[in-house]
């Protein structure tokens, strides 16, 4: 048991000191984990009133309205923290969901070979030659009031060809490497040599890759928000974005500017966090880049 602990304090303090070795991979982990915080946390400590108050519209930043209020006087800054939750688990079920199957269908299909690899890769390249985001449009709208599990669910659905064409490809190179062969020749099950061979080579390319499938998961959220395809949220960073532009007039009306900003600066942020924290991640899983550091 004292060997098991140690070991998990052994590898934090490797996770630690690989995330402090740069500014970039340091402030981009804050970030991430100050997002996790406020949207885990954020809405019990900042409360959020939709009522608002005639008053108190397009009132500028101050210490009681952090980023000002909107059309109908309620507060943007607790907005954009109610809306940090949906964000953060919409981009995690698309990561994960993503990952799992591009896993699955790549792996299989490299080291299957024949028959079940032409099948897996001709669904996968059909896949591809289908434009995501119209396909994910009409996904989406085909549920009456999608939520951010089903619509992160739609999401994998269309995400996962790319990713597991990339897998495909690398179990290929992988499997005819002399280790591999090695674990044949002693008899060894092919998920054991999936499990044990293969799938430690890939977990750095799979690592880097849900942060990037996280932030086309964003980037999706945002757009379907601003063409009308998910149901009506005041604390969604893309409808709030929508509002403000095509209801409040902004940018061209000049107390709505906050209204336009505060969720692209979230989300413009968010995103420049998971791009910085990716090195670190590639790092953490890839011996070689260890060693190097």
Same mark, same amino acid.
Request: hydrophobic share 50%; net charge positive; proline share 6%.
């Given at each position: 048991?004292? +060997? ?78 109610? =809306? ?25 299909? =490299? ?64 499997? +005819? ?7 044949? /020749? ?41 063409? =009308? ?18 209801? /409040? ?45």
């Amino acid at each position: 048991m004292s +060997r098991h602990y140690s070991g998990i304090v052994r590898n934090l303090k490797t996770f630690f000191r690989i995330v402090s070795s740069t500014k970039s991979s340091l402030f981009g982990f804050t970030v991430v984990v100050g997002y996790i915080i406020m949207a885990l946390l954020g809405p019990y400590i900042v409360p959020l009133s939709l009522v608002g108050g005639t008053y108190e519209k397009w009132l500028p930043p101050s210490l009681e309205h952090p980023l000002g209020t909107d059309y109908l006087g309620r507060d943007i800054f607790a907005q954009v923290v109610h =809306g940090a939750y949906e964000v953060l688990l919409l981009a995690t079920v698309v990561a994960v969901f993503t990952v799992i199957m591009a896993v699955f269908m790549g792996t299989v299909a =490299g080291i299957s070979g024949g028959k079940i690899d032409a099948a897996l890769t001709f669904i996968t390249d059909v896949m591809l030659t289908i434009p995501s985001f119209p396909l994910l449009v009409v996904i989406a709208t085909t549920f009456k009031r999608p939520n951010m599990f089903m619509l992160g669910l739609a999401m994998a659905l269309v995400s996962w060809p790319s990713t597991a064409r990339a897998i495909r490809s690398q179990v290929l190179s992988l499997k +005819r490497r002399d280790f591999v062969e090695a674990s044949r /020749c002693m008899g060894i099950s092919t998920p054991f040599i999936i499990l044990y061979d293969i799938m430690p080579q890939i977990i750095p390319y799979v690592a880097t890759s849900t942060v990037l499938i996280m932030l086309s998961a964003i980037y999706n959220l945002i757009g379907l928000a601003l063409i =009308g395809a998910i149901p009506w949220s005041e604390v969604n960073w893309g409808i709030i974005i929508n509002t403000a532009t095509d209801f /409040c007039g902004a940018p061209f009306y000049t107390p709505a500017m906050p209204y336009l900003l505060a969720p692209l600066g979230a989300t413009a942020l968010l995103q420049v966090a998971l791009i910085m924290f990716s090195r670190s991640l590639e790092i953490i899983f890839n011996p070689r880049l260890r060693e190097r550091e």
